[in-house]
């Protein structure tokens, strides 16, 4: 077991762990306005060290590499204060299903396009607890890291909450309903949505461009999933508000997706009731097949030129070797539909991933 | 105990340790003049491995983030010869006793004002020997990390040394005294001095700027400390001569500091006589309570606005709920006195921090 | 035995292993035209975290640190299939004998000028397989490490083998015969050399500027060496043809590097018959002299005023410590001979190496 990997004291009350995933992709891509091109690269290249210390406290320190650059994922402590788990520091904000889900465990190689939508890691402060098959979370984040002093330093801020309940939560059934929202104060005026299709372009191939006069953000997620035996069915869907001052009125972005994936194998995607989240396949040569659309629509965000509506059908198939190696391959074809007329474009590619984490 | 988070060889002669820190701060600024704002940072993510070869060869590799760059902190091997401890890589120059203890072991949230005198780490060869109660440092230094080749490299150099005697150095009771000096030569001609208050606002709010023609500085630094039980008082005092060519007079630039601290439960500051530095409160559920004053006037260094004389009043109190994780809360009061007229400003922060280290 | 400093699970089938190395350089340099100056640095600053999962497949993720930037040097994934090992990710070329010689275990402080033909890691699939004395690899590659998505992404390609056979393989005596062959799709239309001399000026003293309307490169290099007892020789020669478009023709760049080695203690270079590499001299107090010819002609390349054909004659003497701690010492003769009149130049160099690995 993967889990022995470990360093404890005798009395097990501090412990060090270290863990690392690389995901390899190489993608095809038949593109048709935008120039995308053909390649290969390291799509996660990550560290982390976790453990206990004096028995009550948790620390987690992560980075990956991107682009050459070392960033910072987890990076928090935590303790429980009767019953309730605290955390400081860097870490995903309580929103979204598919972003809570580990990008080990995920179903397709990119979440879906709605992904765009969830706050992902900030710094800030959060709490959470729940029951067997149950659990609420709520925290305050500010702007995501700045290590070097706050000098000039953007103050946003956000509030954001999710709860879960899991009315089955057998071995392998279950059913998951949940919802999160999130309050965001955008102080220096401006946001921007990069939207990739579910493949890495590296870029957003619609975007926002800069959206100006921004005073809030309100954001709204519901979420469901259902497990039957081999069968499971997941979907989402988001709404975010962009208020704007200066008169200016406000824009509704939304999107969602649903995917359905079926072990052919005959095993079942392991759900976590009390986190109200998807985990590790614990399998082995297991083969496993899902569908999944998605759409999100950015166009009232901006008139940008590079904005708009984007719809994507995926299909993959993965191959578990065993519950720290797989083998998964996408078909992506994503449909584009921009605010300005005439560049309107229908992309397809093939993704191949070959993913170890320890 | 964390000291048993390591790997080692049957025989003790090989061994790996990890080790990391994670410091988290939150900011709330009164600011005057310049503009600061409010923000929280992750102002510490450090990793390191250290350990022996051989019995006889030991090193540390250590890189702490900063900006998503990666700085190396401690990369070096060293090993004794005939009593004496020899260490190559970079590492501390031996100056300043708050300097020279750990971030983790401080006792405010940032060092005192006068630390923008203390060299740090660089690249050198240093050696130090001593006794139970004594000791004696000194190494010869170049730049700091510059692992792009040699190319184009501005070649300063320095001789540092320090020496330490304590008179009573007992378990709860230490006097300590030392001295410290170095000689820099400063072959690119320029130098710069940029000073924090003790909150980091992430650039130093007074500040030299490009301070030019600059042939050497010679540095000296008394340091004094008293534990009596839970009391304890500790000051530093720094001197720095700026040697200048083209017929400019020298700058003398000064400050130190003076602190009282206070365990209300009653511990003490450990104190290591053999490296003259403070070390890891071992205590759970402590409070400690402390004050400081700063001062450093920069102004003979350079006409620049931003140029200047600042005092620091700070109070602290510190919570450790065991001797890896403590919570710290400090009051700074800065007062800046520019060398230009109308610029003086008074600045308030509050800032908490979060700190754990395994 | 440091290989023992690894965590492994109870069956073996799980584990993992930590290492780094830190190479520390002080160079003295009597530069002639081009001013280079002296300099200390940290050459090698490098972590890993390897292991097995599931009993059949390997992993290693390692980084190195330059000039604060994080690069990532070996990330791969490998597993055996039906006796062939296959690796995926970013790993070396199968290409030259001294490339594939790990830095930790090359004779001389830097690789030989030849190197500059050496395609060193990228990213790729390759499969090797042999028997005790002989072995094969080849694989496919792409460009380098772009982990930021595949958007502007030059898709350069390779095709790259290497074949050795050992017709002596015992304990203190080899013969070691290989040959190793790259063709190498350029789509971007450039390509350019930077020569070093054998220390690290980190620029490149001979350089060939960007070579235009690059169409392909065809890379073949041959390489021989003999162990006998405490002697050793070694060598390799590059042919690289680059081919052009436009009615432009092909620039022929050569070079080569033989070196003489004696272990004045007795000891022999550990060569590694399956892998026709060297490997780790373990031995205590041993000293290596050494001595190396070097020579490069990059000038049909391009007619910059940097380019030209560059000599090195370096002596050695290395200092083992045991075999994880060495001290080297290089004295560097490089003759410039540049394509441009008046430029041609001789540089002495003296480097010292403490260098240490885990």
Known sequence: DSKKLQISSRDGNWSIRFGGRLHLDATIVDDDVTQIGNGAEIRRFWWDVSGKIAGDWKYKLQVGLENDQVRIKDAYVSTDLGGVSVTAGNHKEPYSLEELTGSNYITFIERGLPNVFAPGRNIGLSANTGGDNWGIAAGFFTDGINNGGINNQTTDWAVTGRTH???????????????????????????????RPEFN????????????????????????????????????????????????????????????????????????????????????NAIELAARYSTVDLSEASAAATNGEEDNYTLGANYYFNPNVRLMLNYIHAEVDRVAAGTDEDIDAVVSRIQLDF
């Open 201 to 284: 372009d590296g870029r957003g191939i619609v975007n926002t461009g800069a959206v100006n006069n921004v005073d809030k953000m309100i954001q709204v997620g519901p979420e469901a999933a259902v497990v039957f035996g081999p069968f499971s069915l997941q979907g989402e869907y988001h709404w975010t508000t962009v208020e704007r001052t200066a008169g200016l009125g406000d824009a509704d972005l939304e999107g969602g997706y649903v995917f359905a994936s079926w072990f052919v194998t005959g095993q079942s995607r392991p759900y976590n009731a009390k986190k109200g989240t998807f985990g590790r396949v614990k399998a082995e």
């Open 165 to 195: 309940y899991a009315p089955i939560a057998e071995e392998n059934r279950a059913v998951h309903l949940g919802v999160a929202g999130s309050y965001r104060g955008v102080e220096n005026d401006t946001v921007s949505f990069n939207l």
